[in-house]
């Protein structure tokens, strides 16, 4: 019996704000398993904000995702079947297989992983290129010391969720930026942050300057836009910034600083970076990070969306800020 495969293209690139237009739900028959080929069926599909600019053809640090092929995005499964030494079926395994449900590959890029005591979508999220995202930023860039204040926007997603129990366990204060309540009472009674500014309610500026009595000594920037203007006007001297994101920015419209002169005057360190141009620090941080999650010093959040076809909406919702922690969708 020929199986078949459900994936999701690229359709077309966004205008502005991504529709589910933009994408296409395409069924193929799965072609036999070719010698040293493994295949994998899918169970968790991570949607990130970066997808947003790879669905643009303007000029990045990536090449723009092809029209007609797959959506790009990390996977994590179970190997069905295989012709590859290194891999036998019952295999749990993380990758790159994208908005679909089966991945075939050759084994490149293709990794074990053990959820005896790491849950599996973890691997896609605090435990992956989230978690490493988070602990690159933080570590390499902030480079935190004790005592000092940390800033990070979109507390609660899978990234800023992160950066701030890090810093706390380097002896940080941490202050997160949220929006809504409930984002906030949760940044600060289960990820342990010292204070969450709601966005959405009040003054930003005036409450992260209540929050932040010292000053701001490093800023984990994943927004952008008043978020940041508010926390540069807070930033001490020499404070250091690591810019992962401008969400804020992704569907096109310009985001500039209120007040560039803060960096001059303050002798900051803004520093942008992708996470996949380091991969020599991916073994170190995934280890430190699979073993806190394991001992439960490292907790986390997944909103989970129920079969591939619904993967355009949550992932549209994703850029709203409708997810809370990490966006995931469960594909069996």
């Known amino acids: 019996m020929t199986l078949f495969n459900r ?11 991504v529709t589910p237009d933009n994408f296409k739900l395409v069924e193929t028959p799965l072609a036999p398993l070719g010698q040293g080929q493994v295949r994998v069926r899918n169970h968790y599909l991570s949607l990130d904000p970066y997808m947003r600019g790879r669905m643009s053809d303007a000029k990045s640090y990536a090449e723009p995702q092809p029209l007609d092929e797959v ?6 499964g179970e190997v069905v079947e295989s012709n590859h030494a290194a891999f036998a079926v019952g295999d749990k395994v993380a990758g790159m297989f994208g908005w679909q449900e089966y991945g075939t590959s050759d084994g490149a890029g293709l990794h074990k992983v053990d959820d005896t005591h790491v849950p599996l979508s973890a691997y896609l999220g605090a435990v992956g290129m989230p978690g490493v995202t988070a602990w690159y930023g933080l570590n390499t860039i902030i480079a935190p010391r004790a005592g000092q204040t940390i800033v990070v926007s979109a507390a609660s997603g899978a990234v800023g969720s992160v950066v701030g129990q890090l810093a706390k366990l380097a002896g940080c204060r941490a202050v997160g930026i949220a929006g809504g309540p409930d984002k906030c009472r949760y940044v600060v009674e289960t990820l342990g942050f010292d204070a969450c500014v709601d966005y959405k309610a009040g003054n930003l500026y005036e409450d ?25 006007a807070r930033m001490n001297a020499f404070g250091r910034i690591a810019l992962c994101g401008m969400i804020a920015g992704y569907d096109g419209q310009p985001v500039p600083l209120a007040q560039p002169s803060i960096i001059l005057r303050s002798r900051l360190l803004m520093q942008g970076f992708i996470v996949t141009e380091h991969m020599d620090v991916w073994p170190q941080a995934l280890r430190e990070l699979g073993g806190l999650v394991a001992q439960g010093k490292l907790q986390y959040r997944e909103t989970i969306a129920q079969g591939l076809e619904n993967a355009p909406e949550a992932f549209i919702g994703l850029l709203k800020g409708k997810n809370f922690g990490k966006q995931l969708v469960k594909l069996i």
């Open 7 to 17: 994936q999701i293209l690229l359709a077309s690139r966004p205008q502005a704000a």
């Open 71 to 76: 959506m790009i995005g990390a996977t994590a």
């Open 208 to 232: 992260l300057k209540s929050a932040t009595p010292g000053g701001v000594d490093g800023c984990f920037e994943n927004v952008g836009g008043e978020g940041l203007d508010a926390t540069l």
